[in-house]
């Protein structure tokens, strides 16, 4: 357990970084912070919730659901950002997630959205998008995310897409990153038609820069558990 106050440092920097990149974007531009708490443990995710954090991610079902059982009396704000494994889908559809961002094939939305018909539900959701064509990272190719965002939206009625869900370039070279980014955006903006308003990029290493190139949700994790400097 980190001590609090650690906690609270971490997470007002990470808040002031966040302002001040927004607003070099504009005023208008609202950003949505998720913190992800995989790494950490659940009391450190209360304190998050009593510093007046609400929106909490994690990548692995079988965590995300023990988290919501122990902190089931929190009103918080829960959103699945790993990959699905198909014996997994049901046991997600149960802990009804505020939002599932990482739908990384059309296969996978075509299984989860017989599984949701089953159980006469609906999940919102977000396209991922192998933005850098990174070989270890789950997602769709850019060239293709348009056409297969459409058809999911036409054959995946239970399925509701919000938008998209995309990791940075993995490189130290900014400017490769900001490409990643980019070219998520530029998705994004063209599918806004399709009533995609949620653009979800930037981790703790390059959440400003995710901002600057137009990400309205941030995934920050390892920045917030951080002993010191
Ligand atoms: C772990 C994780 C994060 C947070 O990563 P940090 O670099 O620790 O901030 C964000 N998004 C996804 C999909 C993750 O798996």
């Not at 075509?110 to 949701?116: E, F, N």
């Not at 999911?152 to 400017?175: F, N, V, W, Y």
Request: glycine share 6%; proline share 2%; with cysteine.
């Amino acid at each position: 357990m980190i001590d609090k106050e650690i906690l609270r440092r971490n997470l007002d920097k990470v808040i002031w970084s966040i302002e001040e990149a927004r607003l070099r974007v504009s005023e208008h531009h609202i950003v949505k912070l998720v913190t992800v708490g995989k790494y950490t443990d659940i009391e450190n995710i209360e304190t998050l919730y009593s510093l007046g954090q609400r929106a909490f991610g994690e990548n692995q079902v079988q965590q995300l659901e023990s988290r919501v059982g122990e902190l089931e009396a929190l009103p918080l704000e829960w959103h699945f950002i790993g990959t699905l494994q198909k014996n997994k889908i049901n046991k997600l559809i149960d802990i009804k997630p505020s939002l599932m961002q990482s739908i990384d094939s059309l296969e996978l939305a075509i299984a989860l959205d017989k599984k949701l018909s089953a159980k006469d539900s609906t999940m919102n959701c977000l396209l991922q998008l192998n933005s850098a064509g990174e070989e270890s990272k789950s997602g769709v190719e850019p060239q293709k995310a348009i056409d297969i965002y459409q058809e999911i939206a036409e054959r995946c009625p239970r399925i509701h897409l919000k938008g998209l869900m995309s990791i940075g370039a993995h490189t130290d070279d900014q400017s490769v990153v900001k490409d990643s980014f980019e070219t998520t955006h530029k998705i994004y903006e063209s599918l806004q038609k399709d009533g995609a308003s949620i653009c979800s990029m930037g981790m703790s290493s390059d959440f400003e820069l995710a901002i600057a190139c137009g990400s309205n949700l941030v995934r920050v994790g390892s920045a917030l558990f951080r002993e010191s400097d």
